[in-house]
C-alpha cells in the first residue's frame, strides 16, 4: 500500500461523512428492501401479541416459578419458626442457669459469711484480754 492510497487524516476530521472508496460495501436497493419488509412483518408480528402455544409456555413458566418461590418462602419460615422456638428456649434455660447460680452462690456466700462471722467470735473472744482490776492502794 503506498503512501498516495492512504487519505490524509484532515479530510477525515472535517464534518463531513467519510465516502466508501469500495462501491461494493453498499447494500443493494434489493437488500434495502428485502430488510424493509422483513422489519414491517416483525413489527406486524409483536403487535398482533403471542401466539396461544407462546401463551401457554408464558403460563407454564411462571405458574413454575411462583410454585417455586412459595416454596422457598415456605421454607425459609418454616427455618426462621425452628429458630425461633430454638433461640426462645435456649435463652430461657440460660436465665434459668443464671438465677440457679445467683441463688445457690447468695447459699454458699451466707453460709460462708456466717461461718467467717462464728469464727471471728470465738477468736475474739478467746483473744480477748481480760479485764484486770487496778490496784487499790
Known amino acids: 500500500m503506498a503512501a498516495s492510497d492512504v487519505p490524509p487524516a484532515a479530510s477525515l476530521d472535517d464534518d463531513a461523512m467519510p465516502t466508501s472508496l469500495d462501491p461494493s460495501l453498499e447494500p443493494t436497493d434489493a437488500e434495502i428492501d428485502a430488510w424493509a419488509e422483513e422489519e414491517r412483518r416483525r413489527r406486524a408480528a409483536w403487535l398482533a401479541g403471542p401466539t396461544p402455544e407462546e401463551r401457554a409456555a408464558f403460563a407454564r413458566r411462571e405458574s413454575h416459578l411462583r410454585q417455586a418461590e412459595r416454596q422457598g418462602l415456605d421454607r425459609r419460615t418454616a427455618d426462621l419458626a425452628r429458630l ?3 433461640y426462645t428456649r435456649e435463652s430461657q434455660l ?9 441463688v445457690r452462690w447468695a447459699r454458699q456466700a451466707r453460709a460462708e459469711l456466717i461461718k467467717a462471722g462464728l469464727e471471728w467470735e470465738d477468736e475474739m473472744g478467746r483473744s480477748r484480754p481480760r479485764r484486770v482490776p487496778p490496784d487499790e492502794d
Open 84 to 86: 425461633g422456638l430454638r
Open 94 to 102: 440460660a436465665t434459668e442457669g443464671a438465677i440457679s447460680i445467683l
